[in-house]
């Protein structure tokens, strides 16, 4: 049983970094063609796809927020951290973690999101 | 980047009746090896999003088969053919082609 769960900081002023941890069970990232994605949601709005790390290190960001972010991954820890530098109100929103498995590139389980509020 | 467009963004539906969302690419998400990479989504009331319908028109695990999907290249569809209770949430089409994928606005299905 796939099982994926987001921690970090609810609050964070503008301008801090923000590090959020996805811990998953039920998969590992040394398989071929697993990876955890990072998917946000701002109150009330549509989902954005933020950032993806495959099995092999592959790593994958959204053009507009590349310049601050970075994903990487702790295999044995069975762990994906994303960090955001630069943080603004516009940031805030439910961020989600999501497993996936190329290459049908599809989201097919995901953590329970946590709102991280930027103020 | 590509945009995608859904339609309608409001659906008031019966129970019951079918109901049809419709999902535009900008551009065509039609892969080399035949597959359209476009995935469907429901998110729930207060609840994370969840898989329906992958590369087009495979129904994920667990999904009841009122549930379809067509489409290809740029113009996709998801049909419900009777629509249940439980169907209320917000629906969101995603290309899935590569990176970075992109969602639809989201199509709100109310009873």
């Known amino acids: 049983q796939i099982t994926l769960k987001e921690s970090g900081p609810t609050l964070v002023k503008p301008t801090q970094t923000l590090t959020l941890t996805c811990t998953f069970s039920g998969f590992s990232l040394s398989t071929w063609g697993v990876g955890v994605g990072w998917i946000r949601q701002p109150p009330g709005k549509a989902l954005e796809w933020v950032a993806l790390?495959?099995?092999?290190?592959?790593?994958r960001y959204s053009p507009s927020l590349k310049s601050r972010l970075t994903i990487s991954k702790d295999t044995s820890k069975n762990q994906v951290v994303l960090v955001m530098t630069n943080m603004d109100p516009v940031d805030t929103a439910t961020y989600y973690c999501?497993?996936?498995?190329?290459?049908?590139?599809?989201?097919?389980?995901w953590g329970q999101g946590t709102l991280v509020t930027v103020s | 980047d590509t945009v995608m467009t859904q339609s309608p963004l409001f659906l008031p539906v019966t129970p019951g009746e079918p109901a049809s969302i419709s999902c535009r690419s900008s551009q065509s998400l039609l892969h080399s090896n035949g597959n359209n990479y476009l995935d469907w989504y429901l998110q729930r009331p207060g609840q994370s999003p969840q898989l329906l319908i992958y590369l087009a028109s495979n129904r994920a695990s667990g999904v009841p088969d009122r549930f379809s999907g067509s489409g290809s290249g740029t113009d996709f569809t998801l049909k419900i053919s009777r629509v249940e209770a439980e169907d209320v949430g917000v629906y969101y089409c995603m290309r899935a082609l590569q990176t970075p994928y992109t969602f639809g606005q989201g199509t709100k299905l109310e009873i």
């Open positions: 790390i495959y099995w092999d290190d592959d790593l």
């Open positions: 999501a497993h996936t498995v190329s290459p049908h590139h599809y989201f097919d389980f």
